[in-house]
């Protein structure tokens, strides 16, 4: 007997998408990994190999092994570079973020007049480093400045300030330019931190009695530490590496006590032209940078579990 329905159509066999993901995100990960080994990786590789030699200028590099490493230390200007750049780091990185996160608190609930001082504080993160520290050293200066003729006008000093004339006020003067470049920058990324807080936390707290101070202990600073991470990774790191400021307000000095490492390096590198002690300098800051970020991220997680 004859079948009077039709033949079912053959199946397609189904390709294997789970193995098939791999291969496609590791080719749509690909140019970017190029471009990492191109503009990273090599040129850190090729750093560290000129710390290992002895790269003239004009000849053949000659493998010396870690000898620069060891001749860092005989130079006293590089460890008094290391000392100066800490202090630096810890002195802007505690006042910059208090400084930002009171800030960020002030103009955290929309007001009158709170878009206004959002724009005011964050004005002068648009102005480039090199060029802020231009701006006060015009302000610094004793024949055009007018920072220390508002002084005397309201009776504060009788004579000009020589604010970048000793080692502590050419420290403090250009920590206060540095407050006044990046307060506003670190004051918007706390700031949206807070406003990702739910406000159902704030009235749970407000329910149980809680004041200003112990909502602000126990609620904001626990659920803002991800964003203060961010904040102090970016302050430390920042301050570590600085160079500009002290190179346009003070350069390096009075008498190099405000010589900060990278421009150590810079000094190693295009005064001296010796690359291969700079190149051995630019690994150990870079080794310290990435020791000092794994310490920060690990107590903040720590703190963040306990």
């Not at 190029?34 to 190999?49: A, D, K, Y």
């Amino acid at each position: 007997m004859r079948s009077t329905g039709t033949a079912a159509p053959p199946r397609r066999r189904r390709g294997n998408r789970g193995t098939d993901r791999p291969a496609q995100a590791l080719v749509l990960s690909l140019p970017a990994s190029l471009i990492v080994g191109l503009l990273f990786v090599v040129p850190l590789g090729l750093l560290v190999w000129m710390s290992m030699t002895d790269w003239p200028l004009l000849g053949e590099p000659s493998f010396v092994g870690l000898a620069q490493y060891g001749a860092i230390l005989d130079g006293p200007l590089f460890l008094d570079a290391v000392w100066f750049t800490v202090r630096y780091t810890v002195i802007t990185t505690v006042i910059l973020t208090v400084v930002a996160l009171g800030l960020a608190l002030l103009v955290q609930q929309t007001r009158l007049g709170t878009g206004l001082l959002r724009t005011a504080f964050f004005l002068p993160a648009s102005m480039g480093l090199a060029v802020a520290s231009l701006l006060w050293f015009a302000l610094y200066s004793d024949e055009v400045g007018p920072l220390s003729d508002l002084l005397m006008a309201v009776g504060l000093v009788d004579e000009p300030v020589n604010w970048l004339g000793t080692p502590g006020g050419a420290l403090w003067s250009t920590v206060l330019m540095v407050l006044w470049r990046f307060a506003g920058f670190y004051m918007i990324i706390l700031l949206t931190g807070l406003q990702s807080i739910p406000t159902q936390v704030y009235e749970a707290a407000r329910i149980d009695g809680a004041g200003w101070w112990r909502t602000f202990t126990g609620v904001t600073l626990p659920l803002l530490r991800p964003t203060l991470a961010l904040v102090l990774v970016l302050s430390v790191t920042g301050s570590l590496l600085a160079f500009e400021q002290f190179y346009v307000l003070t350069g390096g000095g009075p008498d190099n006590s405000t010589v900060t490492v990278v421009a150590t390096i810079f000094r190693q590198a295009f005064t001296l032209f010796d690359l291969s002690r700079a190149a051995a300098m630019s690994v150990v800051v870079l080794i310290a940078l990435v020791l000092a970020n794994i310490v920060q991220l690990s107590l903040i997680r720590k703190g963040g579990d306990s």
